[in-house]
């Protein structure tokens, strides 16, 4: 089985307007339009078995209104494949009640993103999220290291996430893009004694750019390489490895390929492709 832990996707209405920002910002390519449509598509296309949505809200009042479109995206899962997370932001005046009621409709998580929320995560407003979070059993994805889009955010670096991880109790961690998005060797010095997850989205290969010319070198589209890749999963220990693409911003046939075929055992790619995201949201 084959699990996506880390996706977006967008309501028809705003998916155009939607990842041409994201893309004009990033100055990368997205590799569909971004619709809940497409995503389906390119599962069934590339083998992929399950999809997890990891909204954001980048202002408090986004909150309710994401996570109602959240679970009802669920009340379709079994037919197609796409699970949404639910969101929460440090601005929101009172998260305990809104994500009780998330987690009683059977929402696994919340999606933060301290470089769009603009609060650094070690920051009392997210440590009270990550408590509750705790209390609740719901699984907390994080935005970590910095963002293609903000190149000069420090909100999520692998320091702050070290001292939020150390501080927040019990709550179960993944931290996106290898553990911090081009702040990989300090992330592999800080992060792995904090018992958090990590995700594989947008950090094994090179960037794909979307054609603006922002990019003038090859070394700018530059993540990780196959060596650096691997140091990472060993310093975490594959069973605390998630497949993640971050479509549409990540061909995820393509990236479960690429995974596929570095020199892993058996037991460690089926456990990073989907195994470890089966135990951590209790899908059988």
């Given at each position: 089985?084959?699990?996506?832990?880390?996706?977006?996707?967008?309501?028809?209405?705003?998916?155009?307007?939607?990842?041409?920002?994201?893309?004009?910002?990033?100055?990368?390519?997205?590799?569909?339009?971004?619709?809940?449509?497409?995503?389906?598509?390119?599962?069934?296309?590339?083998?992929?078995?399950?999809?997890?949505?990891?909204?954001?809200?980048?202002?408090?009042?986004?909150?309710?209104?994401?996570?109602?479109?959240?679970?009802?995206?669920?009340?379709?899962?079994?037919?197609?494949?796409?699970?949404?997370?639910?969101?929460?932001?440090?601005?929101?005046?009172?998260?305990?009640?809104?994500?009780?009621?998330?987690?009683?409709?059977?929402?696994?998580?919340?999606?933060?993103?301290?470089?769009?929320?603009?609060?650094?995560?070690?920051?009392?407003?997210?440590?009270?999220?990550?408590?509750?979070?705790?209390?609740?059993?719901?699984?907390?994805?994080?935005?970590?290291?910095?963002?293609?889009?903000?190149?000069?955010?420090?909100?999520?670096?692998?320091?702050?996430?070290?001292?939020?991880?150390?501080?927040?109790?019990?709550?179960?961690?993944?931290?996106?893009h290898m553990g911090a998005w081009r702040d990989w060797q300090r992330a592999c010095e800080l992060l792995p004694e904090t018992g958090a997850y990590i995700d594989t989205s947008f950090s094994l290969g090179s960037m794909t750019p979307c054609g603006d010319g922002y990019?003038?070198?090859?070394?700018?589209?530059?993540?990780?390489?196959?060596?650096?890749?691997?140091?990472?999963?060993?310093?975490?220990?594959?069973?605390?490895?998630?497949?993640?693409?971050?479509?549409?911003?990540?061909?995820?046939?393509?990236?479960?390929?690429?995974?596929?075929?570095?020199?892993?055992?058996?037991?460690?790619?089926?456990?990073?492709?989907?195994?470890n995201a089966q135990k951590l949201l209790g899908i059988k």
């Amino acid at each position: 089985m084959i699990i996506d832990i880390h996706t977006h996707a967008f309501p028809d209405a705003i998916a155009q307007a939607a990842v041409s920002k994201l893309q004009a910002g990033s100055h990368t390519f997205a590799f569909s339009d971004g619709t809940y449509g497409a995503l389906s598509a390119g599962m069934k296309a590339s083998g992929i078995d399950m999809s997890v949505v990891l909204p954001v809200a980048t202002g408090a009042r986004q909150v309710e209104h994401i996570n109602d479109f959240a679970i009802r995206v669920n009340e379709r899962t079994a037919e197609t494949g796409v699970m949404s997370f639910g969101c929460m932001h440090p601005g929101f005046e009172d998260p305990a009640p809104e994500l009780e009621r998330i987690a009683r409709a059977g929402v696994r998580g919340i999606k933060l993103h301290p470089a769009y929320q603009q609060v650094d995560f070690d920051d009392e407003r997210y440590l009270r999220i990550l408590d509750i979070c705790a209390a609740l059993g719901l699984v907390v994805i994080t935005h970590a290291g910095y963002d293609v889009g903000l190149p000069l955010c420090a909100q999520a670096s692998a320091e702050k996430l070290a001292r939020a991880a150390k501080k927040a109790k019990g709550v179960t961690l993944v931290l996106a893009h290898m553990g911090a998005w081009r702040d990989w060797q300090r992330a592999c010095e800080l992060l792995p004694e904090t018992g958090a997850y990590i995700d594989t989205s947008f950090s094994l290969g090179s960037m794909t750019p979307c054609g603006d010319g922002y990019y003038k070198t090859p070394q700018e589209l530059e993540r990780l390489s196959e060596e650096e890749f691997l140091g990472i999963v060993r310093a975490f220990g594959y069973e605390r490895v998630l497949f993640g693409s971050d479509s549409p911003w990540g061909d995820a046939g393509a990236d479960a390929r690429r995974i596929a075929a570095l020199p892993l055992s058996e037991t460690e790619t089926a456990a990073i492709l989907g195994g470890n995201a089966q135990k951590l949201l209790g899908i059988k």
